[in-house]
Nanobody, 127 residues
Framework: VQLQASGGGLVQAGGSLRLSCTYS????????IGWFRQAPGKEREGVSC????????HYVHSVKGRFTISTDNAKNTVYLQMNTLKPEDTAVYYC?????????????????????WGKGTQVTVSS
C-alpha cells in the first residue's frame, strides 16, 4: 500500500490550493482515505475523510465550507480543494488510508486509527 500527497505550496491568505493523494496497492472500495495536518509544535489532526463504499465525506469544523474532498477513481487519486485559506491552515498535510471492514465512517477518524500513511506536503499560508 502506498499513498503520496502532493500539491502543497506557498499561498496568500484568501487563496486556494488543491492537494492530491495518489494511492496504490489496495482497492478503494474497502477503505476510507483521509487528509490530516500537523502544524509546528502541534499534534497531527484530522481535516477531512472520504469513504468510497458509500460516498460519504466528512470535515472537521474548522474547514467546513472552505475545503472539499473528492475522488477520481480512474486516476486512483483523492483531492482536497482548499479555498479561502487562512494562516492557521499552515501545516504539513498528509493523506492516510483506513480499512473500513464494512463499517460506516461518520466522522473524520483519529490519526491513530489510520492504517497507512503517505509522506506529507507542506502548505504555507502567508498573512
Amino acid at each position: 500500500v502506498q499513498l503520496q500527497a502532493s500539491g502543497g505550496g506557498l499561498v496568500q491568505a484568501g487563496g486556494s490550493l488543491r492537494l492530491s493523494c495518489t494511492y496504490s496497492g489496495f482497492t478503494f472500495d474497502d477503505y476510507a482515505i483521509g487528509w490530516f495536518r500537523q502544524a509546528p509544535g502541534k499534534e497531527r489532526e484530522g481535516v477531512s475523510c472520504i469513504s468510497n463504499s458509500d460516498g460519504s465525506t466528512h470535515y472537521v469544523h474548522s474547514v467546513k465550507g472552505r475545503f472539499t474532498i473528492s475522488t477520481d477513481n480512474a486516476k486512483n487519486t483523492v483531492y482536497l480543494q482548499m479555498n479561502t485559506l487562512k494562516p492557521e491552515d499552515t501545516a504539513v498535510y498528509y493523506c492516510a488510508a483506513l480499512k473500513t471492514n464494512g463499517h460506516i465512517i461518520v466522522v473524520v477518524p483519529l490519526p491513530s486509527g489510520m492504517d497507512y500513511w503517505g509522506k506529507g506536503t507542506q502548505v504555507t499560508v502567508s498573512s
